[in-house]
């Protein structure tokens, strides 16, 4: 998504924009070198929600605030995780998974990225509000939990919507419930957990624009306005559509400030209540 971006925006801007990639620490390294970037608008972080919101309460120190270090320059959009189950698993609805559990205690498991991914979270959660006792079981990256729910030795994860998509079209996974407050217009017909008994409910991986704190605000404008053109390009619609991504239903800078602000929030309420060990 971000080479996309950059890409495209050299349309609307008169320099290039190039991506660096800075992995590690679960966004953290990233995260850090742009919180120490000079405030001039020439260093931007493409974000996602482990350094935007949950990295703050995951780790017991890191040297930046997704609040306080960064000046929001655009909410792009979100991608809705998916709650799926290994065919062998006889419910077709969540309520059905949730009897299911009932009757089978301390039986199933669901199988996540990683501690502290979306797809461990969205676990968490929906025990705290279902009652139920499903068992977190961490993988190293999506690739081998996928494998292990394909191969029958997990029976279900919280996924993303494009991981899951074509094993869902195949009948190799059934979708249950998708995990936002919208169903996705990736897989319009499953109906979201939140509609199926659960309100409230709301897990996604979110996507979101940030320069240094203290960019000039002009700076943060003409950014926030080449950005805008650049997501309404009918190659980057058509191309973020087919991957599943769901349009953020407000660009404006303020609109990712407040919604990095709720997430942090949100999110920290959820991994202290659950006593997730901070690495």
Do not use: C
């Amino acid at each position: 998504m971000g080479r996309t971006l950059a890409t495209e925006i050299s349309h609307y801007l008169p320099q290039p924009m190039i991506v660096e990639n800075r992995a590690g620490a679960n966004g953290n390294i990233g995260a850090e070198y742009v919180a120490r970037a000079q405030p001039d608008g020439y260093t931007l972080m493409f974000g996602t929600s482990g350094p935007l919101a949950i990295n703050s309460s995951l780790y017991s120190q890191i040297n930046y605030d997704p609040v306080k270090s960064y000046a929001p320059v655009i909410y792009v959009g979100y991608l809705p995780n998916i709650l799926v189950v290994n065919p062998s698993i006889p419910a077709k609805t969540v309520p059905e998974l949730v009897a299911y559990s009932k009757t089978h205690p301390g039986k199933l498991a669901f199988a996540s990225s990683g501690t502290g991914a979306s797809s461990h979270l969205a676990g968490v959660m929906f025990n705290a509000l279902a009652g139920t006792d499903f068992l977190h079981i961490p993988y190293k990256g999506t690739g081998p939990a996928l494998n292990d729910l394909l191969g029958d030795h997990v029976a279900m994860s919280f996924t993303d919507v494009l991981t899951a998509k074509p094993f869902i079209e195949s009948g190799k996974l059934r979708a249950l419930g998708v995990t936002t407050a919208r169903r996705s217009r990736a897989l319009p017909d499953v109906p979201t957990v939140a509609e199926q008994g659960y309100p409230g409910y709301d897990v996604s991986v979110f996507f979101g624009i940030v320069a240094p704190a203290g960019t000039p605000p002009d700076r943060i404008a003409t950014l926030n306005k080449a950005f805008v053109q650049a997501l309404n390009s009918d190659k980057v619609k058509a191309l973020f559509a087919s991957q599943g991504l769901e349009t953020a239903p407000d660009h404006t800078p303020q609109a990712l400030g407040a919604f990095i602000a709720e997430e942090k929030a949100k999110w920290a309420k959820v991994i202290k209540s659950s006593g997730i060990p901070l690495n």
